[in-house]
T-cell receptor, first 113, second 111 residues
Framework: DADVTQTPRNRITKTGKRIMLECSQT?????MYWYRQDPGLGLRLIYY???????NKGEISDGYSVSRQAQAKFSLSLESAIPNQTALYFC????????????FGPGTRLTVL | RKEVEQDPGPFNVPEGATVAFNCTYS??????FFWYRQDCRKEPKLLMS???SGNEDGRFTAQLNRASQYISLLIRDSKLSDSATYLC????????????FGSGTRLLVRP
């Protein structure tokens, strides 16, 4: 079984809808991250969390919110989706002793019409 | 200057060729660097870490030039399966636990 899972894997939605992307991990890591990837722009950090009580904005947090429900779960919400949020979204984790290596989920492809 | 810059490519090389990518970074205090590999529509995965002057793993060699603030990835004897996008990754100025990803260099290895 995959260590980092994301649901859904693909989602098509309409402008203005609320969307939640979920991430779960079985690696026992404290740190979790949400990124989006757009062609030519690479991975950009949306939010990150270093433990259950710690939530931090990344470089492009506007229009997004997150919830760290447990050590193993970190969800990303788009309160009112807009077309320029169409992207590939990745969740990642890292832990003490991993030398900063981040382990990624398989990604969620989101299309906002 | 962007924190991490890479040539997007694509680098189109025949099997067996040697190919090298460079990546420049702006944070002179960075101590650790990484190369991740990303296959099309898949998640990035760690390929190599670079902590000192360089690192070698089989056909792959990563080198660090602190004076010029760049790291390189050399792939010898290219295989078809090496076709992927290679992401250069460095820690940002304010934290060693977040990572800044370059936009990637695409490699195509042809038969």
């Amino acid at each position: 079984d995959a260590d980092v899972t994301q649901t859904p894997r693909n989602r098509i939605t309409k402008t203005g809808k609320r969307i939640m992307l979920e991430c779960s991990q079985t690696k026992g890591h404290d740190r979790m991250y949400w990124y989006r990837q757009d062609p030519g722009l690479g991975l950009r950090l949306i939010y990150y969390s270093f433990d259950v009580k710690d939530i931090n904005k990344g470089e492009i947090s506007d229009g997004y919110s997150v919830s760290r429900q447990a050590q193993a779960k970190f969800s990303l919400s788009l309160e009112s989706a807009i077309p320029n949020q169409t992207a590939l979204y990745f969740c990642a984790t890292s832990g003490v002793g991993t030398d900063n290596e981040q382990f990624f989920g398989p990604g969620t492809r989101l299309t906002v019409l | 200057r962007k924190e991490v810059e890479q040539d997007p490519g694509p680098f189109n090389v025949p099997e067996g060729a040697t190919v090298a990518f460079n990546c420049t970074y702006s944070n002179s205090a960075s101590q650790s660097f990484f190369w991740y590999r990303q296959d099309c529509r898949k998640e990035p995965k760690l390929l190599m870490s670079v902590y000192s002057s360089g690192n070698e793993d089989g056909r792959f060699t990563a080198q660090l030039n602190r004076a010029s603030q760049y790291i390189s990835l050399l792939i010898r004897d290219s295989k078809l399966s090496d076709s992927a996008t290679y992401l250069c990754v460095v820690p940002p100025r304010d934290s060693s636990y977040k990572l800044i990803f370059g936009s990637g260099t695409r490699l195509l290895v042809r038969p």
